[in-house]
């Protein structure tokens, strides 16, 4: 495991925990509620959800396996985790439980769980095929592992965010990341990492998600509010009014006829299930 690469993400995600999925761009939620339909989760099940974040998969599997079920979700930024656990307390929420972990190893209980989710977390791993044989011995037998990676997107997309590459170094450029090479590239590729991990029944579906800006200022702020504030911080701070100006003049220029930014992204779901 690489342990430099797990903290640079873990440094990321405690940075923008208190904006993430909370900038008035519905994204984070409704890509894991996805996952979760998917994943048909059933009342009285146990749910683990990898890379919780703000809750956007676990609040969605508690709610659905209650009220006998039960449902955790684990992350290793501080930050999320205290949000998580805030918020778990205000709902007022039983059989939830919230906890800071890695999730390429977690200190979890072997066959403990029904179900497994994890939304948009894979593919910042450091070794992504072990994460998902130790997520595989969490399961029952028979249980169901669901993951969402990212697919194709708006080609304009690409656009913005190669303003960004001459300031980034090789670990941003990862192909895992970025979707154009290597095991997350495609659909067929995401199900041979599953069935090398000992899953059977792999298949993905799969959905266009569209984010609306209402200006590049909007645009920014949700930039700043995820992973993408890796790629702001790459940047050196004398450049980045620079760069800021650039990208606001792009994005200008995507304005659609209503005056907002419309970008598509396709989220692939694969399921799985360990061997009975």
Do not use: N
């Amino acid at each position: 495991m690489d342990a430099a690469a797990s903290a640079r993400v873990a440094a990321v995600f405690d940075r923008v925990a208190d904006t993430y999925d909370k900038v008035d761009v519905p994204w984070f939620t409704p890509i894991a509620q996805g996952l979760v339909r998917a994943l048909a989760p059933r009342p009285g099940e146990r749910a683990l959800d990898v890379g919780c974040g703000r809750g956007a998969a676990l609040f969605p599997l508690a709610e659905a396996v209650a009220p006998t079920g039960s449902a955790t979700g684990i992350d290793l930024a501080p930050g999320m985790v205290a949000a998580t656990r805030a918020e778990v307390a205000r709902r007022g929420l039983t059989g939830v439980d919230v906890h800071l972990m890695d999730a390429t190893a977690p200190d979890l209980p072997a066959g403990g769980y029904h179900l497994v989710a994890s939304s948009l977390v894979v593919f910042f791993l450091p070794d992504p095929a072990a994460a998902l044989r130790a997520w595989r011995e969490l399961l029952v037998p028979g249980g169901r592992l669901g993951i969402a990676t990212f697919g194709a997107r708006d080609p304009r997309w690409e656009a913005l965010d190669a303003l960004f590459r001459p300031y980034l170094p090789p670990q941003l450029l990862d192909a895992r990341t970025s979707g154009t090479a290597g095991p997350f590239a495609s659909d067929a590729g995401v199900e041979e990492l599953l069935t090398a991990a000992g899953y059977q029944r792999v298949r993905t579906t799969g959905v266009d998600v569209q984010a609306v800006f209402t200006d590049p200022d909007h645009w920014y702020a949700f930039s700043m509010s995820h992973g993408q504030r890796a790629m702001w911080d790459a940047v050196p701070e004398d450049e980045r009014a620079t760069l800021r100006a650039a990208t606001t003049d792009f994005a200008e220029g995507l304005r659609g006829d209503d005056g907002t930014i419309r970008l598509t992204q396709r989220v692939r779901y694969t399921l799985a299930e360990r061997p009975a």
